[in-house]
């Protein structure tokens, strides 16, 4: 957990000190590395690790670009609502790899995205997220939140293989509170 966090706190401040700006909307790649802490068993990157780079990247998004100053900056906070992840084939050791981050789409309460693993031009894992920002615990619009990021960005709901991905997640909880 240390290596997450000093790993989002040198995010936070190449983003805010020496990165160039970018556009919250915009696909964003970055090339990143398996490390051996980012491995299991030494030889390919932990499936928990997918994760942290998903975060990684949305948060570096965040902090290099004006959604951070309509957001951070007025006291809301980020949450992740669900996730998602389809592993293909495994990410090498000591091997560099894109993680690109695109904008799959937004309703009022949610922003969704899909993150591509990608190693030697290969589609290694794509990961879905739902995520949101929150201030005094009710869901902020993220229509309102995005348009006043982005000015150029035309907003567009998410497609339907995204949504359908997410569709039945309070179902599950709600079957799972049954069950307790």
């Given at each position: ?25 915009s696909d964003f790649t970055r090339t990143r590395s398996v490390h051996i802490l980012d491995c299991d ?10 994760f942290y780079y998903m975060d990684f990247i949305r948060y570096e998004v965040v902090f290099r670009s ?115």
């Amino acid at each position: 957990m240390i290596y997450y966090w000093l790993h989002m706190i040198y995010i936070y401040i190449g983003s805010r000190l020496f990165w160039k700006k970018v556009p919250p909307t915009s696909d964003f790649t970055r090339t990143r590395s398996v490390h051996i802490l980012d491995c299991d068993a030494l030889r390919f990157m932990a499936n928990s690790k997918y994760f942290y780079y998903m975060d990684f990247i949305r948060y570096e998004v965040v902090f290099r670009s004006t959604l951070y100053d309509h957001t951070v900056k007025k006291g809301m906070f980020g949450v992740l609502a669900s996730q998602k992840i389809i592993y293909k084939k495994p990410l090498k050791l000591f091997h560099k790899f894109d993680i690109t981050l695109k904008l799959e789409g937004s309703d009022e309460k949610w922003v969704y995205h899909r993150q591509t693993f990608e190693q030697n031009g290969q589609v290694c894992a794509i990961g879905f997220t739902k995520a949101g920002f929150w201030k005094t615990k009710k869901a902020q619009d993220m229509r309102d939140i995005i348009s006043h990021s982005d000015s150029d960005y035309k907003i567009r709901a998410p497609s339907a293989e995204v949504i359908s991905m997410f569709k039945d997640d309070y179902d599950t909880l709600k079957a799972r509170d049954k069950i307790n």
